[in-house]
């Protein structure tokens, strides 16, 4: 726990970030909320660019960034900051905005500079101006930015928000791999919950300006009381380990808490590690387990907890083995088949998203 | 001869300080939304809606021998005030202060939104911020508002009158002795001094517009 943070301050619209927390000096935590819950406040209170109110603390790694009298200006913080809208300088090159940064370096860059222009892909577009760039090619020249700087904290300001969706895959895949090879703490704002499930490791679940919750975020995605679960697309992120490929099938097996599941065949190697999304909306309930059903996945698990959400529907939290799906069905279904918590019951798995190994390794 | 050269060194001299005291006063105006700020800006745009005889009036009064300026140049310097180049200086950095103030202001309201936060994030502290990202940005305006403080204060005529009177050498700039010798019918020298007016005016706003216009680097993001 290294990023120490008792902040409050004032924001536009008469809104107030009031929040105390610290955040682990490794691997990715995401800052998720609605717009308007205060993410980006607390980017720039971080980073130095909105001064919070007097009382207020930052610490990073021991060093004081912020407190009662005390400021220790942007320029002097050491972080890199990948903003939504980029803000590469106009006047210089993809070339040059590189060299903006690692001139004014105070360490060596995490990677070296070929490596890194080589990963993000800004080869052909060093001699470019970023007014000739694409939303995903300027993002990509940007994260190359940020790092160049050789930053202690890398901060992103929902850095995939106004890419389309392909350009905003590349990009999430490029954060991941970053995440994976770089031992540099990164801060990441976003209101996408697919995009988090990608890329987190921690989560600070926001709600107007105050913190909501705090954890790993597969606990956190598969626990009743959050406002995650309530969102229309929540969905519980497992872990699982590639198991089999089947080719006759074009099938990839995965092993999760002794169980198997399939997915649409996927070229990754047997023995890796990957998180599975499964989204509520997608797992519906059976007593008994059904032999004649086109869905594949068929999992037993535990009514762990019941909770009805809203008048006509009920969240589940099911159990499977040590860790937990969601599902959402309705109250009338509930009824019928006298649903009661710690029943043995079959979950049918309608989708599921193999996501990234980031973080899990372990 | 003479007055080309003593009206060049007027304007030059007033130019130059000009960009001293507008480029961090644009950037306050730029900067700040407060009523303070809104009545800083209407003074200096005040030059561009009064007669310049208004202006001329109140700084002979504060030049004055016996105004406590007057007085207090009278003690540094040793010499007048009043009648003198350095009180057509002041009344000059007066009167052409919006055209160099705003062209700065308005460049500098349109820098791309946080460039200069960005550079703050890539370790750039405030001297750095403008000399590798404002200056590259705005130099063309830099370059318009020097062009038209220059040309401004060549072209004035009333604030001259009232506050530097008509001494050879001192202060009588181009303006003024055209006048003269209208005044004393040498429309030979009139024609001269008004037609060099004319020519060198349109010249430099020529070149000034020609290098805005379309063709010009203009900023994207």
């Known amino acids: ?362 | 001869m003479d007055v080309i050269l003593l009206t060049a060194a007027l304007a030059g001299t007033t130019t130059i300080i000009l960009l001293i005291l507008g480029t961090p006063l644009a950037w306050w105006l730029a900067t700040r939304r407060s009523n303070t700020a809104a009545l800083v800006e209407a003074l200096v745009a005040l030059p561009l809606v009064l007669p310049p005889t208004v202006l001329g009036f109140y700084l002979l009064l504060a030049l004055a021998p016996d105004s406590p300026l007057g007085q207090l140049w009278q003690q540094l310097t040793g010499t007048r005030l009043a009648f003198s180049f350095s009180a057509l200086v002041i009344g000059s950095v007066l009167y052409s202060l919006p055209f160099v103030v705003q062209p700065l202001q308005s460049a500098f309201q349109n820098l791309p939104a946080g460039v200069l936060q960005a550079a703050a994030t890539l370790g750039a502290n405030p001297t750095d911020q403008f000399l590798r990202v404002v200056w590259p940005l705005t130099r063309r305006s830099f370059v318009a508002a020097a062009s038209l403080g220059f040309a401004h204060t060549i072209g004035e005529f009333g604030v001259v009158l009232m506050i530097g009177g008509n001494i050879p050498g001192e202060t009588q700039v181009l303006s003024i002795a055209l006048y003269d010798r209208v005044e004393t019918l040498q429309f030979a020298d009139a024609h001269r001094m008004a037609f060099g007016l004319v020519a060198f005016s349109l010249a430099l706003l020529f070149l000034l517009y020609r290098s805005n216009g379309r063709s010009a680097w203009r900023v994207r993001v």
């Open chain 1, 1 to 362: 726990m290294s990023l120490e943070i008792d902040l409050r301050c004032n924001g536009k619209h008469g809104f107030r970030l009031d929040l105390h927390c610290s955040i682990a000096d490794q691997g990715v935590t995401a800052v998720y909320g609605a717009s308007g819950s205060g993410k980006s406040t607390l980017l720039d209170c971080i980073a130095g660019l909105r001064e919070p109110e007097q009382g207020s603390r930052i610490l990073f790694r021991g060093t004081r960034w912020s407190s009662t009298g005390h400021s220790l200006p942007a320029w002097q913080r050491r972080i890199g900051y990948v903003f939504q809208d980029a803000r590469l300088f106009p006047h210089l090159t993809v070339a040059g905005n590189l060299d903006f940064a690692a001139r004014r370096a105070a360490a060596e860059p995490p990677l070296p500079r070929e490596r890194l222009i080589d990963m993000l892909g800004l080869a052909t577009l060093l001699k470019q101006r970023p007014g000739s760039l694409s939303a995903g090619q300027k993002q990509r020249a940007a994260i190359g930015r940020a790092l160049c700087s050789a930053p202690q904290l890398l901060l992103l300001d929902e850095p995939l928000a106004n890419l389309d969706h392909a350009a905003s895959a590349q990009c999430l895949e490029l954060l991941q791999q970053l995440a994976q090879q770089l031992d540099l703490p990164m801060l990441y704002v976003s209101h996408d919950m697919e995009e988090v499930s990608q890329l987190a490791d921690n989560l600070l679940l926001l709600d107007n300006g105050h913190l909501q919750e705090q954890g790993s975020i597969i606990d956190l995605s598969s626990r009743l009381d959050t406002r995650l679960a309530h969102e229309e697309q929540a969905a519980a992120i497992v872990l699982g380990e590639i198991s089999a490929q089947d080719d006759a099938f074009g099938l990839t097996e995965i092993s999760a808490e002794g169980q198997t599941l399939y997915v649409s065949q996927l070229p990754l190697a047997i023995g890796s590690r990957r998180r599975l999304r499964i989204p509520a909306r997608d797992v519906s309930i059976c007593r008994e387990r059904p032999l004649h059903s086109s869905i594949l996945n068929i999992l037993p698990v535990t009514i762990a907890e019941i909770e009805e959400s809203q008048r006509a529907r009920l969240l589940l939290r099911l159990a499977l083995g040590q860790q937990h799906l969601l599902a959402r069905i309705t109250y009338k279904s509930a009824q019928r088949l006298g649903l009661q918590v710690g029943d043995q019951v079959f979950a049918q798995i309608k989708s599921v998203a193999l996501l990234s190994e980031a973080g899990d390794a372990s």
